[in-house]
């Protein structure tokens, strides 16, 4: 988390950062910061709260500067306030620099330098290495910067990207990179850092992903990289193919709520060029060309945290059922400090929208090192889990700026369906008339998602309805069960409200106390196998004055019977049918949301994107 931008230029530096702040602001927004060097006059500038209000306090205070560095901060070590807000500036107030990332050996580091005599005026781990740097530059003999940050960066522990300035160079910028992600902007004359490529795109579309233990030395006419043994490595132009369109609001109040109404056609970019119904096929070249490895998979582990992780969970009950496959599905957190049995054979499926969470990456990299093949299911192009996999799918869903994950998560079911679909296929473990059955439910899935969306309204009023309560529960079963963890989890995000999800049978096995005529319940109960058995759930709930919300198929009569309030769907297979009763949901969620005053897209505590453990 955090988001980081720097600019060296002809340009003026603060609108440049300022604007990149706020497109990155996804990424923490408890305080934030700009360092601006003009004339040799190096200004720090920061203050807690989100970006706008770094933007206010700037009025009227000296901006002119064609170098300058800004972040937006999700607090690690040291609460959110003025002081402990980035940049950070060195003892002798010579260098600023900003992190995004923890240094994990940050208090031994600290310790040493408190011996030294060296005082420090914020709690961040940021401050302790910068002056280690700085102490470092001022002992080395070669006195150069990137020397100095070279060793120092070789002493320390833990995930960074840091971009720093020098008051006595008024044109460079050197960044570093471990674990937290840095994309370099290439401009004519002039080069742009930031964490993601939008602060970038409406400069330029050139653009250098920076690899872990790279050192970026960066001025206006000149990049260059090295390792952090000071070898010269040739940077790799990617060329971006974003549009600036793609990471604007387009007229809706919210980017949650964008990204909601999005999805009809992000799920039909997804399928684009993969699924053609008629012909009866699935083409996907990163399944395609490993399809032996995928087929004879012993066992699949999928590993993900947040959203990703119940798309994972959906996935389990769907490659299990078509292609007779045991999957089993981890938190990215405890798959990396267990001591996981990957054998050879296995395959990973890692599911990820930013492809930047750390705990998920640093899994990856752990399971690489033990042979596993990994299958990549990614939003972002070219962030670091989609590199460090051997094969992948993208989601095609564009940029996901709102804090909960939305057209993402439906990307990523679509992506599933069709490589377990494809697996099964060639294993044979489903019949013709099932594959070609499910393949034309899969094409029709835009267009019943934008039905769904006609109806919003009713949503709004439910949300009106139910805004005050204090806890919800969410119930579901078979492939809706990760669905009522989805809504439970899309709910307490955006609205503060404590939420659970609970397969539905398994509620007597305690949630069952907490109902009463105040608990709002909310049922995933569309047409399937589990349908009886999910209205003896219902009933249950009712005996006991539960307040009754269900997501149900067009038609079904008896669910309303039972339910306070019901929203319907349009008929669906049971497999495919998740895509479409998370819709509702988010919803739900986004409606609560804003009647509670909330700022979905930045809700309290949260950050998009978890570079930190
Ligand atoms: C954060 C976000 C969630 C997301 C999770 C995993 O918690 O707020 O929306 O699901 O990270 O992120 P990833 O980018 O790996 O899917």
Known sequence: MCGIV??????????????????????????????????????????????????????????????????????????????????HSSKSGRLAMIHNGIIENYALIKQELLNKGYSFTSDTDTEVLLNFIEDIHQHIESGSLEEALRIALKRVSGAYCILLIDQNDPETIIAARKGSPLVIGIGKGEHFLASDASPIIEYTKEVVYVNDYELAIVKPDELILKNLGNEKITPFITKLDMELAAIEKGGYEHFMIKEIFEQPSTIYDCLRGRLDAAAGMIRMAGVDNHIEQLTNANRIMIVACGTSWHAGLVAEYIIEELCRIPVEVEYASEFRYRNPIVNKGDVIIAISQSGETADTLVALEKAKENGAFIFGIVNAVGSSIARLSNAGAYTHAGPEIG????????????????????????????????????????QDIPEKVAAILKNAEALRKMADKYKDASDFLFLGRGYNFPIALEGALKLKEISYIHAEGYPAAEMKHGPIALVDENLPVVFIATNDLYHEKIISNMQEIKARKGKIISIITEGDTTSPKLSHDYFTIPPVDELIAPILTVIPLQLLSYYVGIAKGIDVDKPRNLAKSVTVE
């Open 6 to 87: 720097g600019y060296t230029g002809p340009r003026q530096a603060y609108p440049v950062i300022l604007k990149g702040l706020k497109r990155l602001e996804y990424r923490g927004y408890d305080s934030s910061g700009v360092a601006l060097l003009h004339n040799g006059q190096l200004n720090v500038y920061k203050k807690k709260g989100k970006v706008a209000d770094l933007e206010e306090m700037m009025i009227g205070k000296s901006l002119e500067a064609t170098i300058g560095i800004g972040h937006t901060r999700w607090a690690t070590h040291g609460e959110p306030s003025d002081r402990n807000a980035h940049p």
């Open 403 to 442: 804090v909960a994950s939305t057209k993402a998560f439906t990307g990523q079911l679509a992506v599933l369906m069709m490589v377990a679909l494809t697996i099964a296929h060639h294993k044979k473990t489903i019949t013709q008339e099932r594959y070609q059955a499910l393949l034309n439910e899969l």
